[in-house]
């Protein structure tokens, strides 16, 4: 009895060290586990997101400082009700706490570039460590993918795709009685300094955006590479007016749905005059951290929150 | 009692210094290293000192421990190094100046450095290690840049007024960098730009090690000129120094001590002014003397900085460069106050 007891052990340990090659975005060559059980990640509302929607086994992640003194994890507390009571505080945003992440014994560490280039040979220590780069101008669903494959998660990530494109298909038969297709503007206001910012990139809201077949305004394609968005004056507010202006909101600060408008007044008063997207009331805002990382949920949210004026729009 | 005493090594190298000099530095000497003890027992972690000790011994250290040291060590050294060679460049730069306000800050030294790592890494995506080399080089073109262009000037005021001026050219410059990234890059660049040792490495360390062992002997070498230097250009001429010559040297020293620490740590702000300031009020005057104070009194405030960033408030961690302006203002505001008192005693 002693001895099968200990052939199943070994067999259980055999499997539970399997390990895989993974090359990351920093071009490191990392061994990691082929189905880590104890996954620490670094970056809220990018890998916590992702990896939280595929169902890995989070153990920890980074979290911010709330002005009531508690802490939060961006993006996944708005999209999947996320919390420091599920999983452990890994550091807080931006002050990397080497020791803590050591003490949740992980046995894969998913950091992004970024923040963690520089202290990826003292993470190394500790467990096996993911480079996750964001910013490098690829398509925040293409690193998805990617990252869905470093965690042996590809199967999740197909289910969540089908189901998205299901959602995607369903819409576009909507358009597929008007051509041409809706054009948009994908901005944020800032009405401290009177300034629009004008987005080329914008997670799960451009993305779903853009595979319905949404066109872009042209103004979209002038933002320089190498940056997301562009900050421009009231004078250019004209290079918005689309079909349908998106923008979104952070409800932490008190915004809400509604305080575009508002914002919109005070940097171009009178905007209501000459936004067509005003008349139509097609100007939509959504939750910042809900629609903007990279998450399945973000997309069907962005779609399920265009499809009753997309109804309009078709008849 | 006599006021000066002799140190001898082994027969051939004989150095005389104040007894308050003496008594300072063996002082300083055993608080930095009570205080580099303490801080390896400080973190997230408990560690108790037997184990501490085993491992600074070497005779035996349970993993965990052996894990936990590889983490604390290399920002405690650094902290003691970085301390000491920013302390250094802000005294070399207070007597080339004559001016007790100079700091590596002050020359746009620092901002030169934080202005090529930031072009380094937004603009040509160099990796981590190639940023240091970019923000060495940084620092080193701007002090010479400052330098001569304050060159036909021949005056310490001079000097100080070019560096301000192209501190903020650089400052400017660096700003319109950050604002051209993304949000990511920005936050990041602001959290650098606080001083933190938290990213650094054994190899940082090895190569702040490297420099200061280069330096170092180069400064011993040329202190000698400091204090004709502290009594103006025609007196230090007339005693046979060069002015000009020490100035170009001394300004290039500060540079090369203060730029690898900025590039690994971000810049320190205060530093070098304070520990040459307290360093003065410790042992008085003299040049020599005053350099070294000023090197370890830099040491145990960045260490102290860092130690109590990392510990204080967790898991809020705090950037030593924060702690250090903090404490910079308050001395400023505390030396104001007794300066104010001992005029009202005079009067």
Same mark, same amino acid.
């Given at each position: 009895?002693?001895?099968?007891?200990?052939?199943?052990?070994?067999?259980?340990?055999?499997?539970?060290?399997?390990?895989?090659?993974?090359?990351?975005?920093?071009?490191?060559?990392?061994?990691?586990?082929?189905?880590?059980?104890?996954?620490?990640?670094?970056?809220?509302?990018?890998?916590?997101?992702?990896?939280?929607?595929?169902?890995?086994?989070?153990?920890?992640?980074?979290?911010?400082?709330?002005?009531?003194?508690?802490?939060?994890?961006?993006?996944?507390?708005?999209?999947?009700?996320?919390?420091?009571?599920?999983?452990?505080?890994?550091?807080?945003?931006?002050?990397?706490?080497?020791?803590?992440?050591?003490?949740?014994?992980?046995?894969?560490?998913?950091?992004?570039?970024?923040?963690?280039?520089?202290?990826?040979?003292?993470?190394?220590?500790?467990?096996?460590?993911?480079?996750?780069?964001?910013?490098?101008?690829?398509?925040?669903? %293409?690193?998805?993918?990617?990252?869905?494959?470093?965690?042996?998660?590809?199967?999740?990530?197909?289910?969540?795709?089908?189901?998205?494109?299901?959602?995607?298909?369903?819409?576009?038969?909507?358009?597929?009685?008007?051509?041409?297709?809706?054009?948009?503007?994908?901005?944020?206001?800032?009405?401290?300094?009177?300034?629009?910012?004008?987005?080329?990139?914008?997670?799960?809201?451009?993305?779903?955006?853009?595979?319905?077949?949404?066109?872009?305004?042209?103004?979209?394609?002038?933002?320089?590479?190498?940056?997301?968005?562009?900050?421009?004056?009231?004078?250019?507010?004209?290079?918005?007016?689309?079909?349908?202006?998106?923008?979104?909101?952070?409800?932490?600060?008190?915004?809400?749905?509604?305080?575009?408008?508002?914002?919109?007044?005070?940097?171009?008063?009178?905007?209501?005059?000459?936004?067509?997207?005003?008349?139509?009331?097609?100007?939509?805002?959504?939750?910042?951290?809900?629609?903007?990382?990279?998450?399945?949920?973000?997309?069907?949210?962005?779609?399920?929150?265009? %499809?009753?004026?997309?109804?309009?729009?078709?008849? | 009692?006599?006021?000066?005493?002799?140190?001898?090594?082994?027969?051939?190298?004989?150095?005389?210094?104040?007894?308050?000099?003496?008594?300072?530095?063996?002082?300083?000497?055993?608080?930095?290293?009570?205080?580099?003890?303490?801080?390896?027992?400080?973190?997230?972690?408990?560690? *108790?000192?037997?184990?501490?000790?085993?491992?600074?011994?070497?005779?035996? *250290?349970?993993?965990?421990?052996?894990?936990?040291?590889?983490?604390?060590?290399?920002?405690?050294? &650094?902290?003691?190094?970085?301390?000491?060679?920013?302390?250094?460049?802000?005294?070399?730069?207070?007597?080339?100046?004559?001016?007790?306000?100079?700091?590596?800050?002050?020359?746009?030294?620092?901002?030169?450095?934080?202005?090529?790592?930031?072009?380094?890494?937004?603009?040509?995506?160099?990796?981590?290690?190639?940023?240091?080399? #970019?923000?060495?080089?940084?620092?080193?073109?701007?002090?010479?840049?400052?330098?001569?262009?304050?060159?036909?000037?021949?005056?310490?005021?001079?000097?100080?007024?070019?560096?301000?001026?192209?501190?903020?050219?650089?400052?400017?410059?660096?700003?319109?960098?950050?604002?051209?990234?993304?949000?990511?890059?920005?936050?990041?660049?602001?959290?650098?730009?606080?001083? *933190?040792?938290?990213?650094?490495?054994?190899?940082?360390?090895?190569?702040?090690?490297?420099?200061?062992?280069?330096?170092?002997?180069?400064?011993?070498?040329?202190?000698?000129?400091? &204090?004709?230097?502290?009594?103006?250009?025609?007196?230090?001429?007339?005693?046979?120094?060069?002015?000009?010559?020490?100035?170009?040297?001394?300004?290039?020293?500060?540079?090369?001590?203060?730029?690898?620490?900025?590039?690994? #740590?971000?810049?320190?702000?205060?530093?070098?002014?304070?520990?040459?300031?307290?360093?003065?009020?410790?042992?008085?005057?003299?040049?020599?003397?005053?350099?070294?104070?000023?090197?370890?009194?830099?040491?145990?405030?960045?260490?102290?900085?860092?130690?109590?960033?990392?510990?204080?408030?967790?898991?809020?961690?705090?950037?030593?460069?924060?702690?250090? *302006?903090?404490?910079?203002?308050?001395?400023?505001?505390?030396?104001?106050?007794?300066?104010?008192?001992?005029?009202?005693?005079?009067?």
């Amino acid at each position: 009895m002693k001895i099968v007891v200990a052939l199943l052990s070994l067999l259980l340990l055999g499997s539970a060290a399997e390990a895989r090659t993974v090359h990351d975005h920093d071009g490191h060559t990392v061994e990691v586990p082929e189905k880590p059980q104890r996954i620490v990640s670094l970056h809220d509302w990018t890998l916590t997101v992702m990896a939280r929607e595929l169902g890995a086994p989070l153990v920890g992640s980074t979290g911010r400082l709330a002005a009531d003194g508690s802490y939060f994890i961006r993006g996944a507390r708005e999209l999947f009700g996320l919390d420091f009571s599920q999983v452990a505080l890994a550091s807080v945003h931006g002050q990397p706490d080497l020791e803590r992440i050591r003490s949740l014994k992980p046995d894969l560490i998913l950091a992004n570039t970024g923040d963690y280039g520089d202290l990826r040979s003292q993470l190394t220590t500790i467990a096996p460590t993911l480079m996750y780069n964001p910013e490098s101008g690829r398509s925040p669903f %293409e690193l998805y993918a990617e990252l869905a494959g470093w965690l042996g998660r590809q199967e999740r990530f197909d289910e969540l795709k089908a189901g998205y494109e299901r959602h995607l298909a369903h819409l576009r038969t909507l358009l597929a009685s008007s051509p041409p297709p809706p054009s948009y503007a994908a901005i944020l206001t800032n009405p401290k300094d009177g300034t629009i910012e004008v987005l080329s990139q914008y997670g799960a809201l451009t993305t779903a955006l853009d595979d319905l077949g949404f066109t872009r305004a042209p103004i979209m394609a002038t933002v320089p590479v190498g940056t997301d968005r562009m900050r421009v004056g009231a004078e250019s507010i004209g290079e918005i007016d689309m079909d349908f202006i998106f923008t979104s909101y952070l409800p932490e600060t008190g915004s809400s749905e509604q305080s575009v408008l508002s914002d919109l007044h005070r940097i171009a008063p009178g905007y209501q005059s000459f936004l067509k997207a005003h008349a139509s009331g097609h100007i939509i805002s959504l939750s910042r951290y809900e629609i903007y990382p990279a998450s399945f949920k973000g997309l069907d949210l962005v779609l399920s929150r265009i %499809e009753p004026p997309l109804k309009a729009w078709a008849n | 009692m006599r006021d000066t005493v002799t140190l001898s090594f082994r027969g051939f190298l004989h150095l005389q210094c104040t007894r308050r000099f003496a008594v300072c530095t063996l002082m300083l000497l055993a608080l930095m290293a009570a205080s580099a003890v303490l801080a390896l027992g400080f973190g997230s972690t408990a560690v *108790s000192i037997l184990q501490i000790g085993g491992w600074i011994l070497g005779t035996g *250290s349970d993993a965990d421990t052996q894990a936990i040291m590889q983490l604390r060590w290399p920002r405690i050294a &650094a902290a003691m190094l970085g301390g000491g060679m920013v302390a250094a460049s802000g005294h070399l730069l207070q007597v080339v100046s004559r001016n007790g306000l100079a700091d590596p800050g002050l020359l746009g030294i620092s901002q030169g450095t934080i202005a090529a790592v930031i072009f380094g890494a937004a603009v040509l995506h160099l990796s981590p290690g190639w940023l240091s080399v #970019a923000g060495l080089a940084g620092g080193m073109l701007t002090a010479t840049f400052v330098l001569v262009l304050s060159w036909r000037l021949i005056s310490s005021n001079g000097l100080i007024l070019v560096g301000i001026a192209v501190s903020i050219l650089l400052g400017s410059l660096t700003e319109i960098i950050m604002i051209q990234g993304n949000m990511m890059q920005f936050s990041r660049w602001l959290t650098w730009s606080h001083g *933190s040792l938290t990213a650094v490495s054994a190899e940082d360390v090895t190569i702040m090690a490297v420099w200061a062992g280069l330096l170092l002997p180069l400064m011993a070498v040329s202190s000698r000129a400091m &204090a004709p230097l502290l009594l103006g250009h025609d007196q230090a001429a007339a005693l046979g120094v060069a002015p000009g010559k020490m100035l170009a040297i001394y300004t290039l020293l500060a540079a090369a001590l203060v730029a690898p620490v900025v590039s690994v #740590a971000g810049p320190i702000a205060f530093l070098g002014l304070i520990s040459a300031h307290l360093a003065r009020r410790l042992v008085g005057d003299r040049p020599g003397e005053v350099l070294i104070t000023a090197m370890l009194v830099g040491a145990c405030m960045l260490l102290w900085s860092d130690t109590a960033g990392r510990i204080l408030f967790l898991p809020v961690t705090v950037p030593a460069g924060i702690i250090i *302006s903090v404490i910079g203002v308050g001395t400023f505001l505390l030396a104001a106050w007794v300066n104010g008192a001992k005029d009202n005693a005079r009067s």
